[in-house]
């Protein structure tokens, strides 16, 4: 039995800490709106999105490693997934997320195998060319996503609360379950062959960890749960085009929100998200007509000078406190 | 008839887009840098020759002489200060740097220069020839053709120069050219900074074809993927044959399915190279 | 008694070069056989093609009775085969016992990870690294990591071993400890394949003896018989010492 050391001993505390600040947290997020006006709600609404795109990556990212550039593909294609199905009353609203996720995780299950066989540089390149692809896909089949014109959806209006509401606690549920997610991941055999991957691929293979299909795992998540988001914000601004919604910042900001919070961690990207949409939240309402050059600055910063994200630099500071 | 021309459209076109990707093959084989900034610093090239020609009436076919030392030196203040910290960093840190250092710029030169598509205009433009029927603008027949020398200039001064053998030793083995004696950074801010004035040069070439505006920058990058990625890395052989290859299927492309289907096919044949064959037709180098 | 492991023709080349060529061997099971010859002969490129790393470009490989050619390593691994590498390959960021954990949780088919914690442990004091499992893998000294690679491969639950060089980089008492515990492992009934540049060592330890030069098997058999084998000594000491190892016999026979 390994001995108890300083450190095992306050993870442990961290262990039985956690899921209460958890709970507190989510009660809290569960009441907020009936203390928030319309604009911190959509503010709130956010973040939980930013949440969800920074998880997404952190599977493929942070996980295992291969740094993906493709989370705007996936966020495009599930919001024209969502925005036709609606328009064409194919589903009902509250089914458009699922089928978004499920339209995705096939794509990026068929899509990966080739794609996942190239490292580091080719396959941040592949990743990002994917949503290129798609974009210029959804530009020109006018005839089935209306081109450069876009798709407009209509309100909602659903008897459970005002829009506002009503999305905020949509994308807070899918938050929780892509948080839920990343939580049962991490704890499985499945993170553990992820973190194998991670650390040399060769290796895994060697020890019997199908690295091929697992990756292709990882991927598939990395997809689903923002073309899931992608279908709830087409529903939620009412009106989508190609160049909003496979914009390549997007697949920026999900790796730089990861960066920012600590990546391969869990709650990382959650601290990440918000913290940059305080950022953002900042600059557009001071700088408008430079928040694109301030936005670059903050992430130039990041890169240089945090490039751990601020998760491990208090881990950083408790293994020096172990140590003396 | 129609795909002859569309053929010599494409070499035209693909002399220039030679220009454009040598920059960034050499700073992604060199440095193991996805220079993301690339095609904004082509359109700081086209707008410097722009200026120069509305103001001075300095034809943008001579003004890579007076633009490339003033990128060069550019190239390697921003290399020296910003890229050197993240030199040997994975690609995820590198190329978000290289992202951000893009929005930046992109967004000083729409506050500085508007959105605004510019256009050179020239008084007196070159002649258009006709050879057997086929059409050739001269504006673009000499912009080829000074995309062409540059190349060849850059060929040279790579194989011949000392400091080029230096690029070229570091690029295939640091260590190694570490242990000859060569400095390293420095070699690595020279080659940055050669990698922004071909930019810059390319962008002077390009005024004289396309309309200038920083919205274009994006496109231009990407055109610098699918080159670079189509002929191969970190050679010139490379930038060459993807160049003109683009260059072809991107006119074969848009008389077959039209001018606004080019950038989805040039992605996908990226795609398809990347799968079948990601180091490229010249192949060789290939950094992971 | 049926072999464990059957090579037919194997071959491998790398552009021009044929780093293996038409490689034909058997091991039995409970053997501890000896893989040598001169630099670039293809002994790792043996065990690569073996353990699934690399595809052979022809030939046949059968263990157990089920033909393994062209299967994918994690395959192989699963099936029990387990090797070890000339630089070893840790997974650095984790500890001692993650390591040994994850593979026994895959290729070792524990049910559990408490299952797979269990046998992690008992295979580090199998190797002699007992009460380092907290350790990082990365700040383990070299003897120590080549311990851990024992330790992961024995987690993996295999019928055949396979060593490549396992004592390069070590010094004297660390040989001995790792020659005892291979000793120890084929008498618990292991078959084991190992590379070894160490003549004396291979002599020592292994009950047969193959020899490799440029891919190809130019000698198999008992280990005393190998080391005068004047192809063998040919190939690590070129014609020469051959020929004047059989003059030398035919001055001494003369001189009788």
Known sequence: ?324 | MLFVQNVVNGLLLGGLYVCIAIGFSLIWGVLNIINFLHGSLIVLGSYIAYFAFVYFGLSPFIAPIFIMPLMFAFGYALQGSVLNVVIGKPVLITLTLTFGLDLILNNLMVWGFTANFRRVVFEHPLPTFEVHGIVIPGDRLMAMALAFLLTLIFFLLLNRSRIGRAIVAVRNDRDAAVLMGVNVKQIYAITFATGVAFAGAAGSLLSVVFPISPINSGVLLGKAFVICILGGLGSIGGAVIGGLALGIIESIGAMAAGPEYTVLISFIVLLAVLAIKPTGIAGKLGYE | MTALLELKGLSRRFGGLMAVSDVTLDIKPGSIVGLIGPNGAGKTTLVNLISGALKPNAGEMWFKGTRIDGLAAHKISGLGIARTFQVVQPFPEMTALENVAAAAMFAGKAGSLREANARAEAMLERVGLGGLGATSAASLSLGQRKRLEFAKSLAMRPSLLLLDEVNAGLHGSEIDAAIALIRSLAQDGLTILIIEHLVKLVVALCDEVAVLHHGQLIARGPSADITNDPRVIEAYLGERYSKRGQNQQRVTDAAR
């Open chain 1, 1 to 324: 039995m390994p001995k108890a050391s300083p450190q095992t001993s306050r993870h442990a505390l961290t262990a039985r800490i956690g899921p209460v600040a958890v709970a507190i947290l989510l009660v809290v997020l569960l009441v907020l709106p009936h203390y928030l006006d319309n604009y911190s709600l959509r503010l709130a609404t956010t973040v939980f999105m930013y949440c969800v795109l920074a998880w997404s990556w952190n599977f493929i990212g942070g996980f295992v490693g291969y740094p993906s550039f493709g989370i705007a593909a996936f966020f495009g294609l599930g919001s024209y997934v969502g925005a036709i199905m609606l328009t064409q009353d194919m589903i009902p609203f509250w089914l458009s997320p699922a089928c978004a996720a499920v339209v995705c995780l096939v794509v990026a299950a068929l899509l990966g195998a080739p794609i996942l066989r190239l490292r580091g540089h080719y396959f941040a390149v592949a990743s990002l060319a994917l949503g290129e692809v798609f974009r210029e896909l959804a530009m020109n089949w006018t005839a089935v996503t209306g081109g450069g014109m876009g798709v407009n959806l209509p309100p909602l209006r659903s008897s459970l609360g005002t829009d506002s509401q009503v999305f905020y606690y949509m994308f807070l549920l899918l938050a929780l379950v892509t948080f839920a997610v990343t939580v049962a991941v991490g704890r499985s055999r499945l993170g553990v062959a992820f973190r194998c991957i991670r650390q040399n691929e060769e290796a895994a293979n060697m020890i019997g960890i199908d690295a091929t299909r697992v990756k292709i795992i990882a991927f598939a998540l990395s997809a689903a749960f923002p073309g899931a988001a992608g279908a709830l914000y087409a529903s939620w601004v009412g009106y989508i085009d190609p160049s909003d919604v496979f914009d390549i910042i997007i697949s920026v900001k999900a790796p730089v929100m990861a960066l920012l919070g600590g990546v391969g961690t869990v709650a990382g990207p959650a601290i990440g998200a918000f913290l940059y949409l305080a950022f953002e939240e900042i600059v557009w309402r001071n700088l408008l007509q430079f928040h694109a050059a301030v936005l670059g600055l903050i992430i130039v910063l990041l890169v240089l000078f945090l490039p751990n994200g601020f998760v491990d630099v208090t881990r950083r500071r408790k293994i020096l406190d172990g140590a003396s």
